[in-house]
């Protein structure tokens, strides 16, 4: 019971009986991780190599900034103008 009002919880009777049940299930599988001799094992950052997936960085042509622009509903500083979202009014 103290646990659940530590986390906050409103746990029936029955809820707390089960919740304990697996709360004992959880410690005693930790016990059982703890007791391995992991001596001989390395830590792992990530359980799968990871590699680099993006490509190089290269310039190609792209399309005309003046003639996106002209398509765009606003456009200022040659930039898109796009609405406010957080913090300001117009």
Known sequence: ?????LARLHLNDSEVDRMTNQLAGMLEH???VDALDLSDVEPLNQPIPLSNVMRDD????????????????????GRFRVPPIVGFEE
């Open 30 to 32: 930790f016990r059982d």
């Open 1 to 5: 019971m103290k646990v659940a009002r």
């Open 58 to 77: 290269v310039e190609a042509p792209s399309l005309d900034r003046d003639e996106v622009l002209s398509s765009a509903p606003a456009a200022q500083d």
